[in-house]
């Protein structure tokens, strides 16, 4: 009996291993918990990616359901969602930018051949702003209700299906009220 017994802790260990990792298995990788979420949108005011003169601040999607999109050109993700994000930028769907850790002429080259589905972009060439929104890569999406606070954080590249699935009802519901013109074809992507 004790022969076995030594052999008892390691496979004891073995299997609590295995279990966590069986039960890692249904974690979704890109849903972390964001502490924004149902509190007002970090403020700040960054230059703009296309005028280093204008400025964006967070006074500006006051008042508004709209998207803040962290993008860089140096992130592959990004293009992957780009194309999608000009589609939600032309049913009226309100989106801002936040470029993190880039080039200006980088980025202002992505936008002009690209395209640009921005109301405006703010340039955040050291992270400054993004380490306040809790950013921890791009690309990240966040839904921004009508009272500033945050409703929402994605991380990965916004595809139909996330939005259909994760977005789209939240902005019904922000828009129950009425004041968001872009809902009907927002609607259709």
């Given at each position: 009996?004790?022969?076995?017994?030594?052999?008892?802790?390691?496979?004891?260990?073995?299997?609590?291993?295995?279990?966590?990792?069986?039960?890692?298995?249904?974690?979704?990788?890109?849903?972390?918990?964001?502490?924004?979420?149902?509190?007002?949108?970090?403020?700040?005011?960054?230059?703009?990616?296309?005028?280093?003169?204008?400025?964006?601040s967070s006074d500006a999607l006051q008042g508004k359901v709209a998207l803040v999109?962290?993008?860089?050109?140096?992130?592959?993700?990004?293009?992957?969602?780009?194309?999608?994000?000009?589609?939600?930028?032309?049913?009226?769907?309100?989106?801002y930018g936040l470029n993190l850790r880039d080039d200006r002429a980088s980025a202002?080259?992505?936008?002009?051949?690209?395209?640009?589905?921005?109301?405006?972009?703010?340039?955040?060439?050291?992270?400054?702003?993004?380490?306040?929104?809790?950013?921890?890569?791009?690309?990240?999406?966040?839904?921004?209700?009508?009272?500033?606070?945050?409703?929402?954080?994605?991380?990965?590249?916004?595809?139909?299906?996330?939005?259909?699935?994760?977005?789209?009802?939240?902005?019904?519901?922000?828009?129950?009220?009425?004041?968001?013109?872009?809902?009907?074809?927002?609607?259709?992507?």
């Open positions: 009996m004790w022969r076995y017994a030594r052999y008892a802790i390691p496979v004891a260990i073995f299997v609590a291993i295995g279990v966590f990792f069986y039960r890692g298995l249904d974690l979704n990788p890109n849903l972390i918990p964001s502490p924004l979420v149902g509190k007002p949108m970090p403020k700040f005011s960054l230059p703009t990616v296309t005028d280093p003169d204008a400025t964006l999109n962290v993008w860089g050109t140096w992130c592959v993700e990004c293009r992957h969602e780009h194309g999608y994000l000009v589609e939600v930028a032309h049913a009226g769907v309100p989106i202002m080259s992505w936008l002009a051949t690209l395209g640009n589905p921005y109301v405006t972009s703010g340039f955040d060439p050291k992270g400054v702003a993004a380490v306040d929104w809790g950013v921890t890569g791009a690309p990240e999406t966040f839904l921004i209700g009508r009272d500033g606070n945050v409703i929402f954080k994605h991380i990965a590249a916004m595809t139909p299906q996330v939005w259909r699935r994760e977005f789209l009802p939240l902005i019904e519901e922000q828009c129950r009220a009425g004041g968001c013109d872009f809902l009907a074809a927002a609607r259709r992507l």
